[in-house]
């Protein structure tokens, strides 16, 4: 086990190697302090790694869900901006009056019924004769 910057696994290890060491019948009484109060300390630097990794974890974690949150604000904008540009009156010439020609004209079966109804106004409805 390095003792400088030991890994989390080289803790578990030496914690192992203790409790083994423990259940030996023939331990006497000092050693036995002495390894209990390693492997207090060793659990006690086992809990502080698993409190940095879950720290670090959980920073990631933010950190992902605000670039989530930027990029979901990036394609809110664009829409927006893309929406306000298809809102733009069109040119002279094409759009609404020229749908309302389309709906004006007279269906092609050469009935005077114009299309479509007027831009705003619902569909006539038919008579209850006609419908039987």
Known sequence: MDEQNPTYEDVNNRLKEIVEAVADDQIDLDNALDLFEEAVALGMQASSMMEEDLAARDAQAEEREMQQQQAEELA??????????????????????????????????????????????????ESEDALD
């Open 76 to 125: 809110e904008q664009e829409f927006s901006a893309q929406a306000a540009t298809a809102d733009a009156a069109p040119p002279e010439g094409t759009g609404a009056a020229e749908a309302q020609e389309i709906a004006d004209a007279p269906a092609s079966d050469g009935s005077e019924e114009p299309v479509a109804p007027a831009f705003g106004q619902a569909p006539a409805l």
